[in-house]
């Protein structure tokens, strides 16, 4: 389980999409999180699927990679699906057994809420896969620019945001060598009740904190040798700007939205008839 996390990973790969402005992938992922968020049908989920599914074909990430990012989150949406099932009573009755009561109406609703965190969690991470961490500094650094006229400095948060992800890698490895040395050591971390493996973890906790707090401070005197003092007077090597390309993907998110907001407004109404008579 701890290898199937990939978030804060990033894939290298030559595609159109690792080519854009890392401001223009930041707004694209914030619009479609908001916009998925919005659908109220299947059809406009449905949309929001096959733009993600595009994505993921223009970026040339393996499907697998991606899929694999997904499971860490299994859990949380099969305990969000059957809250939905034991807490919605709309539609018809499908199963009436003592104190359970499964609705169609549940069903449906627990089906829309899996697919709408998958899609949340698909789209989140294709950012980190497909922008370096440099990149996504540079490119918190310039949209929040601005806010410097007021006295508001962004570079410090954005900088403790990016080594965040930068680091999940590299505490996922630390952790799997770890546990790989605990298991040669007679260590089981698989058998037993969820109890029994959560005490079998905390052995983890101490060398963990250990290796991390002795790399924040590789970091800090890394940092401190080459003179870093925050954004002060910081300079890029390759300047952002916009180019062809990139006012093209401005476009196509653009299109995506207004495409997502005219589905919610004219499909909703059909989506309900359709969802009533498949509860028929």
Not at 80 to 87: D, H, K, N, V
Not at 106 to 135: D, E, H, N, Q
Not at 208 to 232: D, H, K, P, V
Not at 234 to 241: D, R
Request: net charge positive; aromatic share 10%.
């Amino acid at each position: 389980m701890i290898k199937d996390i990939t978030l804060g990973q990033y894939f290298p790969m030559n595609s159109v999409v690792h080519k854009l402005d890392p401001r223009l992938k930041l707004l694209f992922v914030t619009s479609f999180i908001v916009m998925v968020f919005l659908s109220n049908n299947f059809i406009s989920l449905a949309f929001c699927f096959l733009v993600t599914a595009l994505v993921i074909a223009i970026s040339k990430i393996p499907l697998k990679t991606v899929l694999k990012g997904l499971k860490p989150i299994i859990l949380i949406v099969v305990i969000t699906s059957i809250l939905q099932i034991a807490y919605n009573d709309g539609g018809i009755t499908l199963v009436d057994v003592w104190k359970i009561k499964i609705t169609s109406g549940g069903v449906l609703t627990a089906v829309f809420m899996a697919l709408r965190i998958s899609l949340l969690i698909v789209m989140s991470t294709m950012l980190t896969y497909t922008t370096s961490p440099t990149s996504l500094t540079n490119g918190l650094d310039r949209i929040f620019a601005p806010f410097k006229k007021i006295g508001l400095d962004f570079h410090t948060i954005t900088m403790i945001m990016t080594i965040a992800l930068r680091f999940i890698p590299t505490l996922i490895e630390e952790v799997d060598k770890i546990m790989s040395a605990q298991k040669s050591r007679g260590a089981n971390f698989e058998q037993g009740s969820i109890i029994k493996r959560a005490k079998a973890l905390i052995p983890l906790f101490i060398p963990l904190l250990f290796n991390s707090i002795r790399r924040a401070y590789e970091l800090a005197n890394a940092m401190t040798c080459r003179c870093y003092n925050g954004g002060q007077g910081k300079t890029t090597m390759n300047a952002l700007k916009f180019s062809k390309r990139d006012y093209l993907g401005l476009l196509a998110v653009i299109l995506v939205i207004i495409s997502i907001i005219l589905l919610n407004i004219y499909c909703g109404e059909y989506n309900a008839e359709f969802t009533f008579g498949l509860a028929i």
